[in-house]
């Protein structure tokens, strides 16, 4: 997978070319079976929590709907807040994903063949005017479920401590610091970032 990528960056960053030979071939597949809605709620479970605290709390809400894989907006919409609380959400996220929810309805979340064919900036600036969607949500799924290739999330804390241990440098870069140093990357900024977070894995 993404063998162009990784050719190119090996070629144009060294030291990241070293980290690309210890983790291996680039495994970042988009999630295209999801709905944009499930992608950005998903992401707004994960804010500011690790992977497994998240998942944990997004199971509770998917059991609140038997027989569904995944609640549709409606079904989120009629889910009094206690209900979710009880599940783990906090009440800025249930604020959030409820907004998700209204605005999916409302269109102001395209449809997944919309959205595919939307540019980057666009869909930035039309998703961040819903409660608790920021840039880093945008970018999380422009990644993750539309696989755009030159997206580099630089305030996300995993990417720059990954740089950070990459580089071996003492403190974390700034989002500034690292969104120069990534212009070498593009257009491939996304797999990137993939590698540096796979980083960690390798220091722990």
């Not at 449809?111 to 039309?126: G, Q, S």
Request: proline share 8%; hydrophobic share 40%.
């Amino acid at each position: 997978m993404h063998e162009a990528a990784v050719e190119h960056l090996g070629k144009s960053d060294k030291v990241l070319a070293r980290l690309i030979r210890r983790v291996g071939p680039c495994r970042l597949l988009p999630r295209r079976n999801t709905s944009p809605f499930q992608a950005l709620v998903r992401s707004i479970a994960h804010q500011q929590l690790n992977g497994t605290a998240a998942n944990t709390i997004l199971k509770r809400v998917i059991a609140f709907y038997p027989g569904r894989k995944f609640p549709a907006p409606e079904d989120l919409l009629a889910t009094p807040d206690e209900r979710l609380r009880g599940a783990g959400l906090s009440r800025a996220k249930i604020a959030a994903v409820k907004d998700i929810a209204a605005k999916t309805i409302e269109g102001v979340v395209p449809p997944p063949r919309v959205m595919a064919k939307m540019p980057d900036r666009e869909l930035l600036e039309r998703l961040t005017t819903i409660r608790g969607v920021g840039p880093w949500t945008v970018e999380m799924l422009l990644i993750f479920k539309l696989g755009r290739l030159d997206v580099l999330p630089a305030t996300d804390f995993g990417v720059r401590k990954g740089f950070a241990v990459t580089y071996r440098r003492r403190e974390l870069p700034t989002p500034a610091e690292l969104l120069e140093h990534g212009e070498r990357w593009r257009p491939y900024r996304s797999i990137a970032s993939w590698y540096l977070w796979r980083s960690l894995d390798l220091v722990n």
